[in-house]
């Protein structure tokens, strides 16, 4: 299994005005992209493009509810 790697250290809660928070993307030392999380939707640049995939946030919650896997929340 691929192992996956996002790193975010905060020590405290932070609230999105106006600068995207970017995320880069590892699977075992692949660099596969950026995750990009802003106010009004949720970007994803693969590794080697140039094109950003973006989606509004109903749209993201639509596929994710759609397509993802159900797992027990942990918070």
């Given at each position: 299994m691929a192992k996956h790697e996002v790193k975010l250290r905060l020590n405290q809660g932070i609230t999105i005005e106006?600068?995207?928070v970017t995320f880069p993307v590892w699977s075992d030392e692949e660099f596969l992209g950026r995750l990009?999380?802003?106010k009004?939707?949720?970007d994803w640049q693969?590794?080697?493009g140039q094109?950003?995939?973006r989606l509004g946030?109903?749209?993201f919650a639509d596929m994710?509810?759609?397509n993802g896997r159900k797992v027990?929340?942990?918070r």
């Open positions: 106006n600068v995207d990009r999380v802003s009004g939707s949720v693969p590794a080697h094109m950003v995939y946030w109903e749209k994710m509810v759609d027990t929340a942990t």
